[in-house]
């Protein structure tokens, strides 16, 4: 059953592109409320940092003496960069996956953070119609780079398909734009449990695709139509196993 057990088990990666996406929804999702008083942004942006950074710092202090008791070592430069969260943007295995390897995700939330309110503005000026022509270029793009990792096979290519900033941005504002068409009424109603449905059989069929699609390309679609109609059924009063009594319509 081993074999098998890989083919079912070892799609963990995936995880990082669903919260790439809901992140991206969620944070345009919540910049619909209102904020009152002057440097509502400031304090937005305030916010997210607190709940980051501390326990980043705290995290890279560990893994720092981690590595000095077991009597490796790690260059200044490289452990300024894990500190500073830039490291995810330079394509060499031993720096995006220095210190606490998994904190690359943060280096590209970090990145994603700082283009927030510019993408929010420009998305939000938009004419309704283009909106899903956004998100299916988003999409492209991303299923575009990973093509052309293939088609080229780049000397880093493990960092162009799945640790690159610039590429998984592509994902967060895959879901910037999913909450704007749906919190615009424009998202079709695709039931819950099909979506449920697309993004499993789309997650168990990752076990069976080789790198660089494996991680991200297959599951990007059923993932952003697993968390509008998430949302969706939430703003219609349809139960699912994540509703919560809190959730509320816009302006409410």
Same mark, same amino acid.
């Given at each position: ?155 880093? %290519? $493990?960092?162009? +398909? !799945?640790? #690159? ?6 994902? @967060?504002? /895959?879901?910037? *734009? =999913? ?18 449905? %697309? $993004?499993?059989? +789309? !997650?168990? #069929? ?6 660089? @699609?494996? /991680?991200?390309? *297959? =599951? ?18 349809? %139960? ?5 009594? #809190? ?6």
């Amino acid at each position: 059953l081993a074999p098998l057990g890989d083919r079912l088990l070892a799609q963990g990666a995936n995880g990082v592109s669903f919260f790439f996406v809901l992140s991206g929804f969620v944070l345009a999702w919540s910049a619909h409320r209102p904020v009152p008083g002057h440097g509502a942004v400031a304090r937005r942006s305030g916010r997210r940092a607190a709940r980051i950074v501390p326990l980043h710092v705290l995290t890279w202090a560990v893994a720092f003496g981690v590595i000095a008791l077991e009597g490796s070592r790690v260059s200044v430069p490289v452990a300024a960069a894990n500190l500073l969260l830039v490291h995810a943007f330079v394509p060499k295995q031993s720096v995006y996956y220095s210190m606490d390897a998994v904190s690359w995700s943060l280096s590209c939330q970090l990145f994603f953070y700082a283009l927030f309110w510019p993408a929010r503005r420009t998305i939000r000026a938009l004419p309704a119609w283009l909106l899903p022509l956004t998100l299916g270029l988003c999409v492209l793009g991303s299923l575009g780079v990973l093509a052309a990792v293939v088609r080229v096979g780049p000397a880093h %290519a $493990a960092w162009f +398909a !799945y640790i #690159a900033p610039p590429f998984r941005l592509l994902e @967060f504002l /895959a879901g910037m *734009v =999913t909450a704007e068409l749906v919190a615009s009424g424009r998202w079709p109603g695709i039931p819950f449990a099909a979506a449920v449905v %697309a $993004a499993g059989a +789309a !997650y168990v #069929a990752t076990g069976w695709v080789e790198f660089p @699609f494996k /991680a991200t390309g *297959v =599951t990007l679609v059923p993932f952003v139509v697993l968390i509008a109609a998430a949302a969706h059924a939430d703003l219609a009063g349809t %139960a699912t196993w994540w509703s919560r009594p #809190a959730v509320r319509r816009l302006g409410e």
